[in-house]
């Protein structure tokens, strides 16, 4: 009790220190508000647009990939011939295997069972040539069954006109890029000549053109029917070369990838190595921002250590009067301690509002995108996390900022300062 009395009667005399450096005073409460508010729109808008980067590549990648690999023979002809003596090879070409995966149909039939799997397809994926008239692009087919295909990427929500149905039910047709199909200049209906890695040409239709956002995706890749791109590479129904699996929790995705290769013998890869480089790019943005808010809130914390430190030299005579009654060290450091409490919480709380009205006022704010298709608003992050963080910051910079000029104001002697 007595220790609340004393707390009370320190945030009463503070009150009137900071009524008399009422100036002061507010402009140490606009550098914490400024600092905190800076953190809430920086953090909330890089995160949003790491966030909707982040949902866009992910959506085109799949959790878990297991594919074959074209590699060198581990051991040479020489070694085979003669194990025992030391036998050099420069240039070893790699090995002549197919890219397909033994048995790939019934795995992707048993893994379709498995409660972790969410989606899961079977395709094929070669590389190509577009042609038409004198203009020849490569690029990369996909060989897919819509059916298994959609729910993995959501491609019926990225046409933007034709039909991935027809596909199934027109020989030798393609669903192209946007970008592909701008650099090639035709549109749905239009025919084009594709060309195999073993040079079979073939004249396929264009029913329908895909947008993903992406733009190496959309320059390059087409999607044709399975028993199209099978016929193309005259290999046979069976032959797959890619399983491609989305996860109930995307998480479990490293652990299955090494469970799987070892099951099946494939290599294989999850959507953090797919993504490595994207994924390291955000935790760098991420300290970038942190770096410059906590900059700007250590900035105004000696902001409010100058002020206080101001203000100790003015009030000597008071302090010294005030030990001189009876007020104990702990009492005058309550004054000063509870000066820049009060800065800070009002700094923060005060932050913490127009952070929150700039981010919603930047993501009210419609931005058109020839590449971010679902893009209409620009993208912020409202979690809550940020809000907690940046109000424990806050309140943690003011806090030192005063403790340290309130030592000082308790180790003041009252006799020495009397004398004068």
Do not use: C
């Not at 955000?282 to 770096?291: A, E, Q």
Request: proline share 3%; hydrophobic share 45%; glycine share 8%.
């Amino acid at each position: 009790m007595k220790l609340l009395t004393n707390i009370k009667l320190a945030a009463s005399i503070a009150l009137t220190h900071m009524r008399a450096r009422l100036k002061q005073t507010i402009i140490a409460t606009v550098g914490v508000t400024f600092g905190i508010t800076v953190f809430i729109f920086m953090v909330s808008f890089i995160q949003g647009s790491n966030d909707f980067v982040k949902a866009v590549a992910f959506e085109q990648s799949p959790h878990l990939r297991l594919y074959n690999e074209v590699q060198t023979s581990p051991q040479s002809v020489l070694d085979k011939a003669d194990p025992h003596v030391i036998n050099i090879v420069a240039h070893e070409k790699p090995k002549d295997i197919l890219l397909n995966l033994k048995d790939g149909r019934q795995i992707v039939q048993q893994l379709q069972q498995d409660p972790r799997v969410a989606a899961i397809s079977g395709s094929v994926n070669t590389q190509v040539f577009y042609r038409l008239g004198s203009s020849t692009i490569n690029g990369t087919i996909n060989g897919i069954r819509f059916e298994e295909e959609n729910p993995l990427f959501h491609l019926q929500a990225k046409l933007l006109e034709g039909s991935f149905q027809e596909l199934s039910t027109l020989p030798n047709s393609l669903v192209l890029g946007v970008g592909l199909a701008k650099r090639l200049n035709v549109k749905t209906g239009d025919r084009i000549e594709l060309t195999t890695e073993k040079g079979n040409n073939f004249s396929v239709k264009v029913v329908g053109i895909f947008k993903t956002g992406m733009t190496d995706i959309d320059k390059q890749q087409s999607y044709a029917s399975l028993n199209t791109v099978q016929r193309f590479l005259e290999v046979p129904a069976s032959y797959i070369t890619d399983i491609k699996i989305k996860l109930h929790d995307m998480e479990l995705a490293p652990e299955m990838s090494r469970e799987l290769q070892d099951k099946y013998g494939f290599h294989g890869s999850d959507w953090k190595q797919d993504n490595a480089a994207l994924l390291e790019g955000d935790s760098l943005r991420k300290m970038i921002v942190y770096g410059v808010a906590i900059t700007i809130l250590l900035v105004a914390g000696f902001g409010i250590f100058n002020i206080l430190t101001m203000m100790i030299y003015e009030k000597m005579k008071d302090i010294a009067i005030l030990k001189a009654m009876g007020f104990s060290d702990s009492d005058i450091r309550w004054i000063f301690l509870v000066q820049a409490l009060i800065i800070g919480i009002a700094g923060a709380l005060m932050g913490l509002v127009f952070g929150f009205l700039v981010a919603y006022g930047i993501s009210k704010m419609p931005y058109h995108s020839d590449v971010m298709i679902t893009l209409d608003h620009l993208p912020v992050s409202f979690s809550m996390v940020y809000y907690v963080t940046g109000f424990t910051f806050g309140i943690l910079t003011t806090t030192l900022a005063g403790y340290l000029p309130s030592r000082k104001a308790a180790n003041v002697d009252p006799i020495t300062i009397l004398r004068g």
